[in-house]
């Protein structure tokens, strides 16, 4: 979480943090709450300030999850702890875990929540990652442009390739109430991604 002087920014897990963070904390007069990086409580002498968010396309967000916590190349403790829920690896039995039975106490599960989850109850503004830099502009607090940087973007996350027709319907199980909330389109098929 991020507070500045007029605004708090709730970091959503595979949304964008590091950029985030960086472009707040150096242009936008942003601290980083102490604490866990992630944290969605708003302390109460901040919620009356511009509240927002990042959310993401829950397709790219699954396969990026899955990129991060157990494909092979992912960090050792993370695929350690993953692989015991999950012995396959493969991203449709990653996403079959999620969708009936998500891990809570796995190395990086935060990582795993659908979005609509983490937010809860906070009565944030939520931009869409795919038009950061258009509606970040558009919020209150911002006064100047800034080219935003895209930090930590990963090549090998082509998420198209990856998802399944039976992947994609455990996605839609585990982030159903995502495309919803934030607007993004569900899929049918493969082929209409």
Same mark, same amino acid.
């Given at each position: 979480m991020i507070i500045g002087p007029k605004?708090? +920014?709730i970091s959503t897990p595979k949304c964008g943090t590091h950029t985030m963070y960086w472009l707040l904390k150096n242009h936008y007069g942003g601290k980083q709450k102490k604490g866990a990086y992630h944290q969605k409580n708003v302390p109460k002498i901040?919620?009356?300030? +511009?509240l927002f968010t990042v959310t993401r396309n829950p397709y790219?967000?699954?396969?990026?999850?899955?990129?991060?916590?157990?494909?092979p190349g992912a960090e050792d403790r993370?695929?350690?702890?993953?692989?015991?829920?999950?012995p396959a690896s493969d991203f449709t039995s990653f996403?079959?875990?999620l969708a009936n039975r998500r891990p809570h106490t796995a190395?990086?599960?935060i990582a795993t929540?659908?979005?609509?989850?983490?937010?809860?109850?906070?009565?944030?503004?939520?931009?869409?990652?795919?038009?950061?830099q258009e509606e970040f502009n558009e919020l209150p607090f911002v006064d100047k442009f800034i080219e935003i940087p895209h930090l930590l973007k990963r090549t090998d996350e082509s998420w198209?390739?990856?998802?399944?027709?039976?992947?994609l319907q455990f996605i839609h199980k585990w982030a159903g109430k995502d495309f919803k909330r934030f607007g993004y389109q569900k899929a049918a098929k493969i082929s209409d991604l």
């Open positions: 605004y708090v +920014f901040h919620q009356k300030k +511009f790219s967000r699954a396969v990026s999850a899955w990129t991060s916590l157990l494909k993370y695929r350690k702890s993953w692989s015991r829920y999950c996403m079959e875990l190395a990086g599960a929540i659908p979005q609509y989850a983490w937010i809860g109850r906070n009565k944030c503004r939520a931009i869409k990652i795919e038009n950061l198209k390739e990856v998802i399944t027709d039976k992947s």
